[in-house]
């Protein structure tokens, strides 16, 4: 017997390429081919990092399902014929009863995206799509309340190494311990490298990744591997050594079992981790009171260099990895409204074992991928 598929769980599907009606298949084939970019035979999206286009392609999927479970999927159709005013008031309609404000935007600015790279010989005016999305990242900014969730960097490696210390200090190995320890250092290692995108840090692998040196580790990504498209590599601070360490050593065996692969993070059963944004954004609102998602990360680093030395703000650009300074402008505009503080380094070290607190017994359902 056909197990039945939850309402809900089938309205968030994203549809997969190869359930694509053929026509939006073929054009998303020749908008991706590397093609000749002096006679203009490049694909528009050819140039879109590998997570970029995973996050478009799935964007798409997810209005193509929308229109899908609706009825209003006709593949005959122009994909541009299928994008009208009525049908995206319904899609925003939708998915405001199932994710929150700034996913909502997400979704458009990615059928946006797809629409103008797949059909740009289309004679259409997407003005009136354009305008929605940027009206919805205006909700999405102002309902993600940033300010009211940020921490200091130091705050939050303090808390991560005093998490990991407990949990050692505990010295009972199970389900919980294992998955909570791994749970805090991805923490550590975000906030200590905030160079690291969230796909970076999915995808790290020991030995090609994460490298081993006589002093400590170091991250290492190829241009193709970074949103930016530029290679970049950056030691992990000393204060992480030791937890990178055990958790190498001890912990991600017995994560592993019997399992092989190089991926640094894994779930119980010894397979790669997957559902990393969820499991920070529990791990830091257990911390914190609030969520902290990963990209979030990136605006605590800045806006705690910004605090500790605002004339040396120039070197968030570098951190960060911004090709943009007016990107790295902006923390220091946020960091004036907040009590300064001490360097960014210094504070980690100074307030990493200001989190002693003792350990919780009760298991949060959903921590323990």
């Not at 899908?68 to 005013?85: M, W």
């Not at 999305?133 to 303090?158: H, P, W, Y």
């Not at 200090?169 to 294992?178: C, F, I, N, V």
């Not at 749970?183 to 994460?210: F, K, S």
Request: hydrophobic share 35%.
């Amino acid at each position: 017997m056909t197990e039945m598929v939850p309402l809900d769980k089938l309205r968030r599907r994203c549809l997969p390429v190869d359930e694509w009606p053929e026509a939006d298949r073929l054009a998303w084939e020749e908008a991706t081919l590397p093609g000749d970019l002096l006679d203009g035979t490049v694909g528009l999206a050819f140039h879109w990092s590998p997570q970029t286009r995973r996050k478009r392609r799935k964007g798409y999927g997810r209005w193509l399902n929308f229109l899908s479970t609706a009825g209003l999927l006709d593949p005959a159709d122009h994909l541009a014929d299928r994008i009208t005013p009525k049908r995206i008031e319904a899609y925003v309609e939708e998915l405001r009863s199932l994710v929150q404000s700034w996913t909502v935007y997400g979704r458009l600015e990615d059928l946006r995206a797809m629409a103008t790279t797949m059909a740009p010989d289309r004679d259409w005016d997407w003005d009136w799509l354009r305008q929605i999305v940027r009206r919805l990242e205006a909700l999405g900014r102002d309902s993600r309340n940033k300010f009211m969730r940020m921490q200091t960097a130091g705050d939050i490696a303090g808390w991560a190494t005093t998490e990991m210390d407990c949990i050692v200090a505990e010295d009972r190995w199970d389900k919980r311990t294992l998955t909570e320890y791994r749970n805090a250092l991805m923490v550590g290692l975000l906030i200590a490298c905030p160079t690291m995108r969230l796909g970076n840090l999915r995808m790290i692998e020991t030995g090609q990744h994460l490298v081993l040196l006589t002093e400590g580790y170091r991250l290492d990504f190829a241009a193709s591997e970074t949103k930016t498209r530029r290679p970049w590599s950056i030691p992990v601070p000393a204060f992480l050594t030791p937890y990178l360490d055990l958790y190498l050593s001890s912990v991600r065996p017995m994560l592993l079992k019997e399992n092989e692969t190089s991926r640094l993070w894994l779930n119980y059963k010894g397979d790669p981790l997957s559902k990393i944004y969820d499991l920070i954004c529990k791990t830091t609102e257990r911390a914190f009171g609030k969520p902290i998602n990963p990209h979030l990360f990136r605006d605590c680093a800045a806006t705690t260099v910004a605090l500790e030395d605002p004339e040396y703000i120039g070197i968030a650009a570098s951190i960060l990895g911004h090709t943009d300074p007016r990107t790295t402008e902006e923390h220091y505009i946020r960091a004036n409204s907040i009590a300064a503080g001490r360097k960014l380094r210094k504070s980690i070290d100074k307030l990493k074992g200001a989190h002693r607190r003792p350990r919780r017994k009760k298991q949060t359902s959903g921590e323990t991928e």
